[in-house]
């Protein structure tokens, strides 16, 4: 009997899968699959040698499921750890990390530092406290004159015309419609 395993697949892996298979039964050839796939005839040709050599796991990346190159050994991780949950524990990541080079010799950037100690426990990713409002809006006032607002700015309107300096612009603003108030005085 043969054994049967699960095998992780994308939905468009699984469509690749298809379209191969139509393939290799003659169903359709090369230059529409291509077309199908959005691929050249080329990378088809080199997907229908791979499913025959390899059947569906030919398609599929040979990396997946693999640590990545780049990961810190488990060793070193734990060692990360252990030093930060008995000497730094109440240090940031980024103070940690800064103490781990200078005590330590251990260079890793702190956001690597934050993640390990994250994975192991030691430390906990504080979500941002949310300020208060710095200032609460106001209701518009119901009737027309109820509330008028005034602004002004100084400023050499006049260009210092008849022996004026500065002069102050007024603006009176009616709070219920929004609207400026004419007047002039």
Request: glycine share 6%; charged share 30%; hydrophobic share 35%.
């Amino acid at each position: 009997m043969a054994k049967t395993f699960l095998l992780p697949m994308s939905v468009k892996e699984i469509d690749r899968l298809e379209i191969i298979k139509q393939l290799l039964h003659r169903e359709i050839n090369g230059p529409m699959a291509a077309r199908t796939l959005a691929l050249s005839t080329r990378q088809i040709r080199r997907l229908k040698f791979a499913v025959k050599k390899n059947g569906a796991r030919g398609l599929i990346h040979g990396n997946r499921g693999q640590p990545s190159p780049n990961r810190l050994p488990d060793q070193e991780r734990k060692k990360i750890a252990a030093i930060v949950s008995e000497k730094y524990l109440d240090f940031s990541p980024t103070f940690a990390a800064e103490k781990l080079s200078e005590l330590h010799g251990i260079t890793h950037d702190p956001k690597t530092i934050q993640t390990v100690l994250i994975e192991a426990d030691v430390w906990t990713k504080r979500t941002k406290l949310k300020k208060e409002q710095h200032r609460s809006w106001r209701e518009r006032r119901p009737a027309y004159g109820d509330l008028v607002q005034f602004d002004g700015s100084y400023e050499h309107w006049f260009e210092d015309r008849n022996g004026t300096d500065e002069a102050c612009l007024l603006a009176a603003i009616d709070d219920a419609t929004g609207n400026i108030i004419p007047r002039a005085v």
